[in-house]
T-cell receptor, first 116, second 109 residues
Framework: GAVVSQHPSRVICKSGTSVKIECRSL??????MFWYRQFPKKSLMLMAT?????????EQGVEKDKFLINHASLTLSTLTVTSAHPEDSSFYIC????????????FGNGTRLTVT | GQNIDQPTEMTATEGAIVQINCTYQ??????LFWYQQHAGEAPTFLSY??LDGLEEKGRFSSFLSRSKGYSYLLLKELQMKDSASYLC??????????WGAGTKLIIKP
């Protein structure tokens, strides 16, 4: 079945540094990938839609310059958290749709980011 | 606006049956998904309903009534490993999934 790989699974960084999270579709091509953030005991919040070959579409309230998204190929999207702050500590999850618009999303395993 | 309503938490006994209800309001509708999420992990796909009625898949079944904006997930023969959060996620007219906080299901022996 469709597999989405996300790396790293956990990362700890210091305030002010940047962290890059990778999301790969391993056995299918994904023109669109989604990036979510989830705080403990809260719902998944869509941050942005990553579009291959074009700019990402950000949800309201998500800072484009802080959460940089690059979707350079049909199998890879990256999210870079720039100048990280402790309040950016969260669980970040990517997902991709392997086929038709109403087929289920497949999720990466998520990245636990802790900013100290 | 768009919103999802699910119970925050439910408790059931191993071997029993539990039904998790979900009501929703969305701008347009392109089906409804149920996902399972264990603590600290990403969600995994359970089921998809786009037409009214019951979809059965092993121990799990999902029901949809579009006119009522209502769905439920039915879990049979509960196992301890079924302890997780269950997320009801309808898809709106833009093919965006709308997420609620999910229902935390606790299974007791």
């Amino acid at each position: 079945g469709a597999v989405v790989s996300q790396h790293p699974s956990r990362v700890i960084c210091k305030s002010g540094t940047s962290v890059k999270i990778e999301c790969r579709s391993l056995d299918f091509q994904a023109t669109t990938m989604f990036w979510y953030r989830q705080f403990p005991k809260k719902s998944l919040m869509l941050m942005a839609t990553s579009n291959e070959g074009s700019k990402a579409t950000y949800e309201q309230g998500v800072e484009k310059d802080k959460f940089l998204i690059n979707h350079a190929s049909l199998t890879l999207s990256t999210l870079t958290v720039t100048s990280a702050h402790p309040e950016d500590s969260s669980f970040y999850i990517c997902s991709a749709n392997p086929g038709q618009e109403n087929s289920p999303l497949h999720f990466g395993n998520g990245t636990r980011l802790t900013v100290t | 606006g768009q919103n999802i309503d699910q119970p925050t938490e439910m408790t059931a006994t191993e071997g029993a049956i539990v039904q998790i209800n979900c009501t929703y309001q969305t701008s347009g509708f392109n089906g409804l998904f149920w996902y399972q999420q264990h603590a600290g992990e990403a969600p995994t796909f359970l089921s998809y309903n786009v037409l009214d009625g019951l979809e059965e898949k092993g121990r799990f079944s999902s029901f949809l009534s579009r006119s009522k904006g209502y769905s439920y997930l039915l879990l049979k023969e509960l196992q301890m490993k079924d302890s997780a959060s269950y997320l009801c996620a309808p898809m709106d007219s833009n093919y965006q999934l709308i997420w609620g906080a999910g229902t935390k299901l606790i299974i007791k022996p």
